[in-house]
T-cell receptor, first 114, second 114 residues
Framework: SAVISQKPSRDICQRGTSLTIQCQVD?????MFWYRQQPGQSLTLIAT?????????ESGFVIDKFPISRPNLTFSTLTVSNMSPEDSSIYLC???????????FGPGTRLTVL | GENVEQHPSTLSVQEGDSAVIKCTYS??????FPWYKQELGKRPQLIID?????GEKKDQRIAVTLNKTAKHFSLHITETQPEDSAVYFC?????????????FGQGTILTVHP
């Protein structure tokens, strides 16, 4: 499976600021996704990152709050904008390769908002 | 959209016993059902998956069964070991045009006592 890295691995941020999380894959992948995992909870899909076009957001998530870029087939960013303590979560990217929908996850970014 | 229910939320077993985790899904178009294991502070790792064209799949001590008619699938772990202790998530893909999207169950905390 592809090797997936995320930066930063963790961060502590102040309320009202923004943080951009990077997801890098060592090979070209078909699909990239961003998930949120709140403390002690399951994984919730934020959006599908589309290469060369706007991301597809799930219900409850909007582009103004979570802008996403995917300039090529190996890289994507998720920005958490105008943060509040409720945004404290682990943010994970995942990728699917080839023609299957089997997903593999990055190591996650642990975000704490004060 | 897809809804995935997972039970039990916690499961405690003695080493060597079997563990069974059950999930139900709502979208009859779903055709891919992965299971992930997440250890504390780690990323979710795919441990086994099943597609709708088979009813059972085994990989050493773990197996997954699928009942499409009843829309439920289960994870079976035999001869449990302390290192099996983790949170387990089931998931189901979205059918139709929402290719690749996964909806996750709420998770099961499995504790294996030596």
């Amino acid at each position: 499976s592809a090797v997936i890295s995320q930066k930063p691995s963790r961060d502590i941020c102040q309320r009202g600021t923004s943080l951009t999380i990077q997801c890098q894959v060592d090979s070209q992948v078909t699909m990239m996704f961003w998930y949120r995992q709140q403390p002690g909870q399951s994984l919730t899909l934020i959006a599908t990152a589309n290469q060369g076009s706007e991301a597809t957001y799930e219900s409850g998530f909007v582009i103004d709050k979570f802008p996403i870029s995917r300039p090529n087939l190996t890289f994507s960013t998720l920005t958490v904008s105008n943060m509040s303590p409720e945004d404290s979560s682990i943010y994970l990217c995942s990728v699917a390769t080839g023609s299957t929908d089997t997903q593999y996850f990055g190591p996650g970014t642990r975000l704490t908002v004060l | 959209g897809e809804n995935v229910e997972q039970h039990p939320s916690t499961l405690s077993v003695q080493e060597g016993d079997s563990a069974v985790i059950k999930c139900t899904y709502s979208d009859s178009a779903s055709n891919y059902f992965p299971w992930y294991k997440q250890e504390l502070g780690k990323r979710p790792q795919l441990i086994i998956d099943i597609r709708s064209n088979v009813g059972e799949k085994k990989d050493q001590r773990i197996a997954v069964t699928l009942n499409k008619t009843a829309k439920h699938f289960s994870l079976h772990i035999t001869e449990t070991q302390p290192e099996d202790s983790a949170v387990y998530f089931c998931a189901a893909n979205a059918g139709g045009t929402s290719y690749g999207k996964l909806t996750f169950g709420q998770g099961t905390i499995l504790t294996v006592h030596p």
